[in-house]
């Protein structure tokens, strides 16, 4: 993770992930971040939930701040975080398009079982 400059105003959690969108501003950085969160999902939706949307932000933040996607991400990943307080409303959808709006595509490939 590159270092960031912090003043002692900023809160640990403030600090951590303005280094964290800091170092997703790399695409390969990102999509890492993406794939471990995915394959780590915990078991309590409200807590996988809450992670994957933070991670959805922190990749957006990132993505946008390094000119790799417009501004309008924010609006994708917003569509997103209704979606998963409305069950039934088609969030893969939202998803998709998040990912589409920061430049990213979706590969599903066979894994272990």
Request: net charge negative; with cysteine.
């Amino acid at each position: 993770m590159k270092a960031v400059a912090l003043t002692t105003n900023e809160s640990t959690s403030d600090r951590w992930f303005e280094a964290l969108v800091e170092s997703l501003q790399d695409p390969e950085e990102a999509i890492a971040c993406l794939a471990v969160l995915l394959e780590e999902m915990d078991d309590d939706p409200t807590v996988r939930d809450r992670a994957f949307v933070r991670a959805m932000t922190a990749v957006t933040e990132g993505q946008i701040a390094a000119g790799h996607c417009p501004e309008a991400a924010r609006d994708a990943l917003q569509q997103f975080e209704q979606g998963l307080a409305t069950p039934g409303s088609g969030i893969i959808y939202a998803w998709v398009a998040w990912l589409r709006a920061i430049g990213f595509g979706l590969v599903i490939q066979q894994g272990q079982a």
